[in-house]
């Protein structure tokens, strides 16, 4: 049986099911967080911290990513506060800066209202979101990649840096990696990346986003939970 | 020894040990913690012993070594009972002088006694030493009447009485009430009331609960925890026995770091005595039943986290969780957990044997009882200072540390580790507490207290605190990962003359994005050497930006070295220490420097006795 709790998110009153997440919650009512590291199926982690919300508690705004809270009686949310979309408008410039040559996180740069990236470019392959860790591990029971090192060491490899057997080529790491597709103009060199913005067509509204999901084109870019959900 | 298995057993016990200690006639205390063995305190205390030995003394007078007792830099430290004559800096060939002059005819032996740098004056006895006269020592005043390998030492001062007062029909909530009324609050940091802690963890569902002491220590500076660890553990574990009966918990863990190697050894002798004793094990006192293990970290400054904390104990990587369900609730191993800081534990068995009422009587309306600093750097006395919370910045820094060394004027105070803030000399009048640190960009944090003098550069203080944390953060979460390393590219920029003004306000926005979104406390905390830094001390920020100019002469890329000819005197020195071969000149003239070949390394200057060379 299941047993349903009542939250509010952004105002609307919302009948949820306890044990889920209020990112699953919010996006099973149409109402749009942005979010990297989570994916229908895999546990959560709270890594990319786009889906950062605010959870009022005795009349005061605690931040936290949504992704990781669960539904509670009672609960206020609110996702689209100028804080928040600030907050999620820095964390997703730090990402593009990072690693701007992947379709992802340019449409996620564009989806939370990036304009321009203040810091110089890096030209990362990763940007450690743990999908395919998490998938090899907890879909296929593999367990063949796995985190390596610590702080700006913090990498994504097999097991003692070989390809170990237990590996099933399934090749699901790959499938679900925000970073195999490279932004529509082709891929950037070293030294020449620039913030896309190309799909801003798509989002003319970046600033004055609605709460509600538009079933955009970017989030196929970054997998949205939504379109996976959807199929 | 046979167990104390009831309250009469261990009354009777501490008054055989009374007994016992009036048939000595002198005691002699030697310091043999970490920093005392550092400065050579073992050997003092061979050459005692044997000097004692072979003049007769042996059974008459009693050598105790003990751990910390706070006064670091002027180990190895000796004090004679009961005349209370205190000698510092003291080598082993002091001894034999020690034991003839003082010990057989107390005599004082002038050279050894203690010089206070503010007036010149020897000091003879330990309690009129300004350093300690000023501070309230309720937990390190313990270290030096205990030797920490020797459970009888804790028993005679009154030890494990706390214990047998709640197994002696107190119960659990009269415990968590009575700590809930004393007002503790957490001392790793986050300053949490520690009774409300206890009562949620009770409260929490699930027969089997968990009691954790963190101990693991890591802010660059801070050392308390390792020296209340190392020179009291029993308090420490009965501490966790009370904790473990408040909130029903039957098992406990002690995550030390491994790089505190006394501190391990001291608390797993500590906890064989204690089992010996009784007072661990299956039948405590006949009405509890407890277990304390050890686990030692394996260096990560993130394990000081709690969640960490939890999931290295688990043998899992030592990576925090998010918190939205607290571990009381679901702690180590999913379950309910209650995890404190060695200096909350210590804290314990006092609040209890004296009352809350007295605990409570120190310090401030938010913030009771006394708090233990490590005051470090340019200040003349440095070491561990245990005073009422609501003391003032002022008389920490000026009364018990000295005030300034080599008579350059204190610029600021770095408290709390990485995680706290720096403030400004103008802000020494602030009482030291929970809210008001916080309110002023810094925190009490775990206690380290650095002190900075003009020349210490703010930027590079900054730039220093962001690499550690950089080296440290697990790099799970994005925006301390990347923020990070953002952040020390901005501070790298601007030490090195590269800085663009509207950086600072990046600097701003970053830190105030890592400040709320991070995912654990690291991170969330992880801007504040930054934010504090840029509140207090913008004009250096912008000179290093705007005039490519270090007032302190500190960042390298922004500062030459420079020979004034009218006071060089050719000597030769500095172009015999020059790594880069960068200063030239002929023998018995004015030297020069090659600006394109120095390195700025300093050292020039550091040889020069004439003063010539000067940065610029």
């Known amino acids: 049986m299941q047993e349903y709790v009542n939250i509010t998110i952004d105002g609307a009153k919302i009948s949820a099911i306890r044990g889920t997440s209020v990112l699953d919650t919010a996006m099973e009512y149409g109402i749009c967080i942005p979010h990297l590291c989570h994916y229908p199926g895999l546990s959560d982690i709270g890594a990319c911290r786009l889906c950062i919300v605010e959870h009022i508690v005795n009349g005061k705004a605690k931040v936290t990513a949504s992704c990781t809270l669960n539904v509670a009686e009672g609960m206020v949310i609110r996702t689209d506060t100028d804080r928040i979309k600030r907050l999620r408008r820095n964390i997703a410039e730090l990402l593009v800066a990072q690693a701007p040559n992947s379709r992802a996180i340019q449409d996620v740069a564009v989806r939370c209202g990036v304009k321009q990236v203040r810091y110089p470019f890096h030209n990362d392959n990763c940007v450690l979101c743990g999908r395919c860790v998490r998938v090899c591990a907890e879909m296929w029971q593999a367990k063949a990649l796995g985190f390596v090192g610590r702080g700006k060491d913090r990498h994504v490899d097999f097991p003692f840096g070989r390809k170990p057997d237990f590996c099933k080529s399934c090749n699901t790491c790959i499938d679900i990696c925000p970073m195999t597709i490279t932004p529509c103009p082709g891929p950037m060199k070293t030294g020449e990346e620039y913030l896309c913005l190309a799909c801003e067509g798509q989002l003319i509204m970046a600033d004055s986003l609605p709460g509600a999901c538009v079933w955009c084109d970017l989030g196929k870019g970054f997998q949205c939970a939504r379109q996976v959900q959807a199929g | ?616």
């Open chain 2, 1 to 616: 020894m046979p167990k104390l298995k009831t309250l009469k057993d261990l009354t009777k016990f501490r008054e055989s040990l009374a007994a016992q200690k009036e048939d000595v006639d002198c005691m002699v205390t030697i310091s043999g913690g970490t920093c005392g063995n550092a400065s050579g305190s073992l050997k003092v205390v061979e050459a005692m012993q044997s000097e004692l030995a072979s003049n007769g003394f042996a059974g008459r007078v009693h050598v105790r070594v003990t751990g910390c007792q706070g006064f670091c830099e002027q180990e190895p430290i000796v004090t004679i009972d009961p005349a209370n004559i205190f000698y510092c800096r003291v080598s082993p060939d002091d001894v034999p002088e020690i034991v003839s002059e003082t010990i057989r005819k107390n005599q004082v032996i002038e050279r050894l006694l203690y010089t206070d740098p503010a007036t010149g004056e020897k000091i003879t006895k330990e309690t009129d030493i300004p350093f300690y006269r000023a501070q309230d020592r309720v937990l390190l005043g313990l270290n030096r009447k205990i030797d920490p390998c020797n459970i009888e030492d804790y028993i005679a001062v009154g030890g494990y009485s706390a214990l047998a007062k709640v197994l002696s029909g107190v119960t659990a909530e009269q415990v968590i009430q009575e700590i809930k009324s004393s007002g503790l609050r957490g001392r790793g940091g986050g300053g949490y009331p520690t009774g409300q802690k206890w009562q949620q963890c009770r409260e929490a569902a699930g027969d089997e609960k968990y009691v954790i002491c963190n101990a693991d220590e890591g802010d660059p500076g801070a050392y308390m925890d390792r020296s209340v660890l190392e020179g009291n553990p029993h308090a420490i574990l009965e501490g966790m026995l009370i904790g473990s009966y408040a909130v029903g918990a039957n098992k406990g863990y002690i995550y030390v770091r491994n790089e505190y190697p006394l501190a391990v050894s001291n608390a797993r002798k500590a906890i064989e005595q204690a089992k010996l004793f009784g007072f661990l094990g299956d039948d405590i006192l006949g009405r509890h039943f407890f277990d304390i293990e050890i686990m030692r970290g394996a260096g990560a400054f993130v394990c000081g986290e709690s969640t960490a904390l939890m999931a290295s104990l688990e043998g899992k990587v030592g990576e925090p969780r998010p918190k939205d369900v607290h571990t009381v609730q679901e702690g180590l191993w999913n379950k309910p957990t209650c995890l404190n800081n060695v200096e909350t534990w210590a804290n314990v068995p006092l609040i209890i044997n004296k009352g809350a009422a007295w605990f409570a009587s120190k310090g401030t309306k938010g913030s009771k009882g006394t708090k233990i600093f490590a005051l470090t750097g340019r200040v003349k006395n440095t070491g561990l200072v245990e005073v009422a919370m609501g003391t003032s910045l002022r008389t920490i820094i000026h009364s018990i540390g000295g005030g300034p060394n080599d008579g350059v004027a204190i610029k600021a105070v770095q408290t709390g580790g990485p995680s706290g803030g720096c403030l400004p000399a103008e802000k020494f009048d602030l009482p030291v507490d929970f809210e008001t640190l916080a309110e002023a960009g810094s925190m009490v944090g775990s206690g380290g207290m650095v002190v900075m003098d003009e020349r210490t550069c703010m930027v590079d203080v900054a730039k220093y605190f962001i690499a550690f944390l950089q080296d440290e953060s697990c790099g799970k979460c994005v925006p301390c990962r990347l923020g990070l390393g953002r952040m020390l590219e901005i501070l790298t920029d601007i030490t090195e003359g590269r800085g663009k003004p509207e950086q600072l306000d990046l600097l701003e926005d970053l830190g105030e994005t890592m400040t709320h979104t991070c995912l654990c406390a690291l991170g969330k905390t992880a801007a504040n050497p930054v934010l504090s830094t840029l509140r207090y001390f913008r004009q250096e920020y912008e000179s290093h930006i705007q005039d490519k100019y270090c007032s302190a002469g500190v960042c390298r890329e922004l500062i030459q070295y420079s020979i004034d000819p009218n006071n060089c005197t050719g000597c030769g020195a500095c172009l015999k220490a020059c790594p880069n071969k960068a200063i030239t000149g002929e023998s018995e003239k004015p030297h020069r420097i090659n600006q394109d070949l120095c390195s700025r390394c300093g050292i020039c200057k550091d040889v020069c006795k004439f003063e010539a060379i000067s940065i610029c």
